[in-house]
């Protein structure tokens, strides 16, 4: 498969914090997967955030391709952390999923009956087909997470990248969710940041841990050795199902969960 996004050598800091990232190399393909976990702070947010645009690196480059050829950008969709949405604005379900096309749309342009059409395409993909007209201030946790699933992918983005998706769905839907995304992957690259290790397991196709730095892990049978290998770069604790080992890590500086021991 050809390669889309190409990260070199990244570093990305603030003001309080200089080095969120450093030194970061990462290749993402046309039909990946990518897993990203790591702990609170550990920098996986700020990636997201560096590969949208969103955040200027300090160091290094970020380079996107379209057919193996070098390009400016690609077609991204992002599915933000739910407490960046205000819940209480006057929108509909249609019109949050529509506005997904703004890129391609403007005053002077009215969307064309195939886009909206390709709304209700979307909103049934995503199970929202009798909510369409629902404002998003009436939706639970879970739909609203699917209606702006729904923007990100309405566009037919080259990758769609998930911050914390699974921290607000709902539970009676987060297996319908999922399938939702394993059918997107059959044409668009993910990138996904979860702490819920057990779901990125089952679901991803490779994994990246990432604090401070980055260590990847090509595939998801992960070994006792690449634990103990990306222990002092990935401090979390790995809990798992089934033949994937259970692990409990011991205390390391930093950790909040530590302090009162």
């Not at 879970?142 to 080259?158: M, S, W």
């Not at 990246?208 to 990935?234: K, P, Q």
């Amino acid at each position: 498969m050809s390669k889309i996004l190409e990260i070199s050598d990244l570093s990305v800091g603030y003001d309080d914090n200089p080095y969120v990232l450093k030194n970061v190399n990462l290749n993402v393909f046309q039909d990946d997967f990518l897993g990203i976990i790591g702990p609170n702070g550990g920098g996986k947010t700020t990636l997201l955030k560096t590969i949208l645009g969103l955040v200027k690196p300090t160091d290094g480059s970020i380079s996107f391709f379209r057919n193996d050829v070098k390009t400016d950008k690609i077609n991204i969709g992002y599915l933000p952390q739910i407490n960046q949405i205000d819940k209480k604005f006057p929108i509909s379900v249609h019109d949050v999923i529509l506005s997904g096309l703004t890129i391609k749309h403007s005053v002077f342009s009215p969307y064309t009956k195939e886009q909206k059409e390709r709304v209700g395409v979307i909103a049934y993909q995503m199970g929202l087909d009798k909510l369409i007209d629902r404002p998003i201030g009436a939706l639970s946790g879970g739909q609203l997470q699917r209606t702006l699933l729904g923007r990100a992918i309405i566009d037919g983005p080259d990758l769609l990248v998930l911050d914390e998706p699974n921290s607000y769905v709902d539970k009676r839907f987060e297996t319908d969710f999922y399938k939702i995304l394993e059918d997107i992957n059959k044409d668009t690259a993910i990138i996904l940041v979860s702490h819920d290790v057990g779901t990125v397991i089952s679901l991803v196709k490779n994994i990246a841990c990432v604090n401070e730095g980055l260590h990847y892990h090509s595939g998801t049978n992960i070994s006792t050795e690449w634990l103990e290998e990306s222990y002092s770069s990935c401090p979390i604790e790995i809990v798992g199902h089934g033949d994937f080992p259970h692990r409990v890590l011991d205390k390391h500086e930093g950790c909040e969960c530590c302090k009162d021991d």
